[in-house]
């Protein structure tokens, strides 16, 4: 069985003002590294728009609707400080929703062995009553909702090794003992949540903190000493990776020193608790990632270990 690959060229049309980092070049630059030979086996589909009712599953359905309802036609209205929409913004949000949802679906029908979202914008830190962080809808945690509504799955893991900590995904998450969140992240840094010491209803959200500076050997420390025995402990039926790869090195917006190797080796450590626990079954979507080169370079190393799992 292969690994799809989801986009949609609308998520190249959400266009905040010039400057702001996250740009459409991220994906595009992704989507140009993976044309190249040996990624010619992945099962390439279109991601359709999530509906209203999926993302109401997250997030207040007066949020979801409050927020489609302000996107622009034209210009750009500001949801919140650094979270500016533009007039691509509805399609690109619907269609980074979509991608997820249809990713699990995949999985779950068995068409793909795993599947990687490339998408945008990021969704980790939408809340369910809030977009922020240049995230609008929380589109991981959509698709986690969606695998439990539309395919009955017990227990939904998500781990995320983004730089920033996903706080939408643990507001979403914490208070269920039937859904996982993990976190390796910088701190302090934005948001200035996950401190280890938020742990969940059931110790359901794990939080792996690094300092400034860290580098690969603490990050693997990491998990394999907190996130990897959790999760293999928690047991997932289906497992979602927020892949963001601002943790690299030369990323502008952080101060981790990881490198392309230290995402391929934390996509195999976790396909391997996927294999244990629910058949393999991977979806992982782009989250963060702001030098254009790294973090093509990044989703590339761990694409080709998703391929390899
Ligand atoms: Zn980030």
New binding site residues.
């Given amino acids: 069985m292969t690994t799809a690959l989801i986009t949609h060229p609308d998520c190249l049309l959400h266009e905040p003002p010039p400057g702001h980092p996250e740009r459409s070049a991220r994906l595009s630059e992704v989507l140009k590294l993976l044309e190249g030979p040996e990624f010619a086996s992945l099962l390439r589909k279109s991601a359709p728009k999530a509906s209203e009712a999926a993302l109401a599953r997250v997030h207040d359905p007066d949020f979801v609707t409050a927020l489609l309802e302000a996107m622009p036609e034209s210009g750009y209205v500001q949801v919140d400080s650094d979270t500016i929409a533009s007039p691509g913004t509805k399609d690109a949000i619907l269609r980074a929703a979509g991608a997820v949802i249809l990713g699990v679906d995949m999985v779950m029908a068995g068409e793909a062995k795993n599947a990687f979202c490339a998408v945008r914008p990021?969704g980790?830190h939408a809340t369910p009553h809030r977009a922020m962080?240049f995230c609008f809808f929380n589109s991981v945690a959509v698709g986690a909702f969606h695998a439990r509504a539309a395919h009955g799955l017990e227990k939904i893991a998500v781990v995320d090794f983004?730089?920033?900590h996903g706080n939408g995904t643990q507001a979403a998450f914490t208070s269920d003992p039937r859904l996982f969140y993990a976190s390796t992240h910088q701190s302090p840094l934005y948001p200035g949540t996950g401190s280890a010491d938020e742990t969940g209803v059931a110790h359901n959200i794990v939080n792996a903190p690094l300092s400034r500076g860290a580098g690969g050997p603490e990050f693997r420390r990491a998990f394999e000493r907190e996130i990897l025995p959790a999760l293999a402990t928690f047991g997932p039926d289906l497992l979602i990776i927020s892949a963001?790869f601002?943790a690299h090195r030369d990323d502008p917006?952080?101060q981790l020193r990881l490198d392309e190797s230290d995402f391929s080796w934390a996509t195999g450590a976790l396909c391997k608790i996927a294999k244990q626990s629910c058949e393999g079954r991977v979806v992982s979507s782009l989250?963060?990632?702001y030098d254009l080169s790294a973090t093509a370079r990044s989703a590339g190393a761990h694409v080709r270990a998703l391929m390899a799992a």
């Fill in positions: 990021p980790h962080g983004d730089v920033h963001g601002d917006l952080a989250e963060g990632g």
